[in-house]
């Protein structure tokens, strides 16, 4: 019985290693393949941009990339989503970016360097309270807000919904009791869903788009979001960038952006 | 020249000797010149290294910097990473020692399984570390929910969150390289404490524990770095608030977004703390390591 075991303990060592060989050569080979793919979407440059836009914007951004796509056959968009001031600050960094829709005007004019043309005004968002399922915390308005007892999450000042939330406070008079700041709204809209808060401070479309319950309250109007998008200047293919542009301020754009509930111009 | 140069070198391993390792011995003294082939890719390595921290510190605000230093950012955010950090290690002292040496010597089976795990949150990106946390010790998590309901302890969003997250980050480190240490030592001054009649903790007290030392302080100072660094599974866990939840690294993270100067500031606050931690190990400890 022994010998046995001892036999197979002994070998084990070399089949580990070949097994690590095996797995480097297979690891060697998907990292051929990605550079493999990362130059083939070199030479393809010609027909793929890559949009900066706002976290608010990931659904109707992807929804609307996805139709560009269709409508205009053998082109690609990729998206970079996230926190306007981040992507501000990755555009004044020289990221390969060639349009950039911010969620408040703000975040434009720092890159105001940066773009090809004056940017158009597409879309306006207003902050609305999002609570989980069941609205754990009995949160009616925007005065719960002030409530220390309560877990409440908001956008961090930098990016547009903190600045957004900021002005709503300011102009009901409350001073918040947040116990996170977010980096983007998203990550507010995340901790909601996960019912890890209480409540949180999103755009109206946010609460269309997840599994949360929406409060509307009056001092939103204080503070609306507006969107501007344009065309960066360093982009290496103006002409597929401005089509996107037209096409997110076209009637599709519209059309697609109303229904997830931002009001446009 | 060549041939006679190499010559030595490649009879050496098969030069007459009583065994095979004191026969190879000289093959590692092979030369003081490195070769081009090494020196290009090794120089290079070099510059992947430290010229990212050469540009932080070329393009860091020196003229503003003693006003940014007492600004309002740096003294909690610090304060709270250091806190933070030295707690985070002490759990993991207080746990991961016994578990290094149960992986290191105890006789249960699955142990390989075992040190497997112990490894994952070494090998995981701390940001999915993070999201387990919260599915487990989150308001509606596993355990958190009850934690909750029962006792009122709340993990997420509090400063005893972050602690949680950076335990589990670093312990890994702590626990592997203590029982490194610990599977490296000769287990027959154990053997004769016990051949004395020294209880088994008695012999863990008395005898494992002090040889271990230097590597348990080592491990310790690498966990505290670890522990001090962490910033994914810290910002998905525990959110970010600025005297609660908001570390350096995160500090640095959202004032990247605003404020690049104040960021590069943190940073060269958080490297020199790395740096020095860095020297304290190297001067202390890591040296006698090696030469033991």
Do not use: E, K, M
């Given at each position: 019985m022994t010998t046995p075991k001892k036999l197979s303990l002994t070998q084990r060592p070399t089949k580990t290693r070949h097994r690590i060989h095996r797995g480097l050569a297979g690891l060697s080979i998907v990292a051929l393949a990605v550079t493999g793919c990362a130059a083939e979407d070199a030479n393809a440059s010609d027909n793929t941009i890559t949009v900066f836009a706002a976290a608010s914007l990931t659904d109707t951004f992807t929804e609307l990339g996805e139709r560009f796509e269709d409508a205009n056959p053998g082109t690609t968009v990729n998206f970079s989503f996230g926190g306007s001031s981040g992507l501000a600050q990755q555009i004044l960094s020289?990221?390969?970016?060639d349009v950039f829709a911010s969620a408040a005007t703000t975040n434009m004019d720092q890159v105001s360097a940066e773009t090809a043309s004056p940017p158009t005004l597409f879309a306006t968002n207003e902050l609305e309270i999002a609570v989980p399922p069941g609205n754990p915390g009995d949160v009616t308005g925007l005065?719960?807000?002030?409530?220390?007892g309560l877990k409440i999450a908001i956008c961090e000042e930098s990016v547009p919904c903190g600045q957004a939330a900021a002005a709503v406070f300011v102009a009901a008079g409350i001073t918040p009791q947040p116990d996170t700041l977010e980096r983007d709204v998203k990550a507010v809209l995340t901790k909601v869903v996960l019912g890890e808060v209480d409540a949180g401070l999103v755009y109206r479309t946010d609460v269309l788009a997840a599994d949360v319950t929406g409060i509307a309250f009056p001092e939103s109007e204080q503070a609306r979001n507006d969107y501007p998008i344009a065309t960066l200047?360093?982009?290496?293919?103006p002409d597929l960038a401005d089509a996107f542009v037209e096409y997110v301020l076209s009637e599709v754009g519209r059309e697609v952006l109303s229904a997830a509930g931002f009001t446009v111009p | 020249m060549k041939p006679d140069a190499l010559k030595p070198e490649a009879l050496t391993p098969d030069s007459?000797?009583?065994?095979k390792p004191v026969g190879r011995k000289?093959?590692?003294?092979?030369?003081n010149r490195i070769p081009a082939l090494l020196l290009i890719p090794a120089a290079l390595g070099l510059a992947v290294l430290t010229v990212p921290l050469l540009g932080l510190l070329l393009r860091a605000p020196w003229s503003e910097l003693p006003q940014r230093l007492i600004s309002a950012e740096i003294g909690p955010a610090l304060r709270l990473s250091l806190l933070c950090a030295t707690i985070a290690t002490g759990i993991c002292l207080l746990l991961g020692v016994p578990l290094a040496w149960v992986l290191a010597r105890a006789d249960i089976p699955g142990k390989s399984i075992i040190r497997a795990l112990v490894t994952v949150p070494m090998v995981l990106p701390p940001i999915v570390g993070g999201v387990a946390l919260l599915l487990v010790f989150?308001?509606?998590?596993?355990i958190g929910e009850h934690l909750d309901t029962w006792?009122?302890?709340?993990?997420?969003?509090s400063t005893a969150g972050v602690v949680l997250a950076q335990a589990f980050v670093a312990m890994p480190f702590l626990v592997l390289s203590v029982e490194g240490a610990i599977r490296a030592s000769d287990p027959r001054y154990e053997e004769a404490a016990a051949t004395l009649g020294a209880s088994r903790w008695l012999i863990f007290r008395r005898v494992t524990l002090p040889s271990l030392l230097p590597a348990v302080v080592a491990g310790t100072m690498l966990c505290w770095a670890r522990a001090l660094g962490e910033f994914g599974a810290t910002i998905t866990?525990?959110?970010?608030?600025?005297?609660?939840?908001?570390?350096m690294p995160l500090a640095v993270y959202m004032a990247m977004e605003s404020d690049p100067q104040a960021a590069i500031v943190l940073s060269l606050v958080l490297l020199l703390v790395s740096v020095a931690v860095l020297a304290a190990m190297r001067d202390r400890w890591l040296t006698g390591m090696v030469s033991r």
């Open positions: 020289g990221a390969p970016a005065d719960d807000f002030a409530d220390s200047a360093t982009t290496s293919n | 007459p000797g009583p065994s000289p093959r590692r003294r092979t030369g989150g308001r509606r998590g596993v006792l009122g302890i709340s993990l997420p969003f866990f525990a959110g970010n608030f600025p005297g609660q939840t908001t570390t």
